[in-house]
């Protein structure tokens, strides 16, 4: 039998707007409140297309209390504490909030100001990076007035969300920059403190060659030391320096501080969880999704769609009494940008790297897993649609929650 619980949602991003939804709608005997920073929620994946002048802001933006459903009480202010024990949650002007269950939906940040020297007068200028509005509106000043050089794009270190977008952001400056007849005059380089162009192997060896395609040159194993503003080089710890004329960077991603000052993090403040249940792996009555949780698969919207509706069918289980019976398998769904309107699709898991094949049909599509084709660009366009209408609202998708390995090539 339910009985009445209070559910505290922290964070209105993916994952916090689409649990309280879902929840409210599966357990109405539940009480759920959702605390927000502020009153706006962004579609983060379109902040790659604002620097190419394909977005504009406006597009990308809408009113936290617009996207939850009738019932679900919002919250509007920072969280200062988490107490767990005494199932607690502290906001900064001092307010307090009692939970039964917490979900922790605080998602992960760029944190600039951990790498010496990335922050300063040239960031948003000749240091740019577009995993802000802010950054991607400023980027798209930068890449207007770019007239050929060394354009550098950069990734301080993994995790970082969406670990495909700074390929992306690579495909399409080429795309941009061949349009604008400026490719002849610019080296483009990717740098990575990966070994290959991505985590997986097959995915790295079909993403490198596509960058080779396209005479961009990989530096890889790179962790870099420091960015030097002055001289506009970036220095790594074994020595190496990577001169730009405009560097692309994608920061260090740490989860909330409010995370680590609650004792609820590791050392990047995400949460520790079981990664098929979603519960913490210290508090019961505590759980993470999205961003949030230290989940060993990407850092993407895909995985907090997915996670989301595990996690769900879990706290529908604690309403009922039961034990924990969903587990979630690390699905990831991503689409890769390539320029030229194409983009490659992965599929993949916790167990399972990105293969090629067809998807969501076996055999018939219409998207191709690891191959650039105009319909995986189509279906990426079409996403934001997507998102706003059914994703959000948590409505159902038609897309199984876990991996399916129908259609799919093993290699």
Known sequence: MRTERRLLVLGAGTAGTMVANKVHR???????TVVARDDDHD????????????????????RVPDLL???????????????????????????ELAYDVLVVATGTTPRPDQT?????????????????????????????????????????????????APLEFTFLAHDFLTRRGLRDATELVYVTPLDGAFTKPVASRRLGHALAERDIHLETDFVVEEVDQDRRVLSSYDGREVPYDLLVTVPLNMGADVIGRSGLGDELNYVPVDKHTLRSTEHDDVFAVGDAADLPTSKAGSVAHFAAEVLVDNLVDLAEGRPLSHSFDGHANCFVESGHGKALLLDFNYDT???????????????????ESRLNH??????RHAYWNVLLPGRPLGLPSAMSMAGKHPE
Request: charged share 20%; with cysteine; aromatic share 8%.
């Open 353 to 371: 790297e990105p293969l090629t094949g067809t998807f969501p049909l076996p055999g018939v599509g219409p998207l191709r897993l690891l191959e």
């Open 378 to 383: 189509l279906g990426k366009l079409a996403f």
């Open 116 to 164: 010496p020297g990335m922050l300063g007068p040239e960031w948003h200028r000749s240091v740019g990076e577009f995993y802000t509005l802010e950054g991607a509106t400023a980027l798209a000043d930068q890449l207007a007035a770019f007239r050929g050089g060394r354009l550098v794009v950069h990734v301080t270190e993994m995790p970082i969300k969406c670990p495909v």
């Open 69 to 95: 459903a009738s019932g679900v009480e919002l919250v509007t202010g920072e969280v200062d504490l988490v107490e767990p024990v005494q199932h607690l949650v502290r906001l900064a002007d001092g307010r």
């Open 26 to 32: 599966k357990i109405p005997e539940w009480h759920v």
């Open 43 to 62: 579609y983060q994946p379109g902040y790659l297309f604002v620097p190419f002048g394909a977005n504009r802001p406006e597009q990308l933006r809408r």
